[in-house]
């Protein structure tokens, strides 16, 4: 397998770890949008939310609690955004399931979003019926 995070996993890349244990292994961004910016990855692979197992997802989400809380200390950041993209429209790079944790400075510049759409008359009905007839 040709996957870079699978390659870190194996250390045959090296990386700069700030957590690891049995299930995940957290490190940060070798191009991070502010200093601090970590991903927290699973040791198996898995290509993107939809193939990774719940119990996975839990225990990266409890490690991501506990690194964003040590991470907003560490480096003094006002806050931080939890983010997770998942195939190519929503510009997922790497294609092993990873959650980004990136620490967020008042006046730092970086935009999640580039602008809001409102629903038109109706759609949010029918959309939110449609995601619960997909459940």
């Given at each position: ?53 719940d ?53 730092d510049g ?26």
């Amino acid at each position: 397998m040709d996957c870079l995070f699978c390659k870190i996993i194996a250390g045959e890349i090296p990386c700069t770890k700030v957590y690891e244990d049995d299930t995940v292994l957290a490190f940060l961004d070798i191009h991070p949008v502010n200093i601090g910016h970590t991903l927290v990855i699973p040791k198996s692979h898995h290509v993107n939310l939809y193939d990774t197992e719940d119990a996975t997802l839990a225990h990266m989400m409890t490690v991501t609690k506990k690194l964003s809380i040590a991470i907003k200390k560490a480096v003094g950041a006002d806050g931080i955004n939890i983010a997770m993209n998942n195939e190519s429209p929503a510009e997922q790079m790497i294609f092993h399931t990873h959650i980004q944790i990136v620490p967020r400075f008042l006046g730092d510049g970086y935009v999640c979003w580039r602008g809001p759409r409102d629903y038109n008359e109706g759609e949010a009905d029918e959309v939110a019926q449609k995601i619960k007839d997909s459940l």
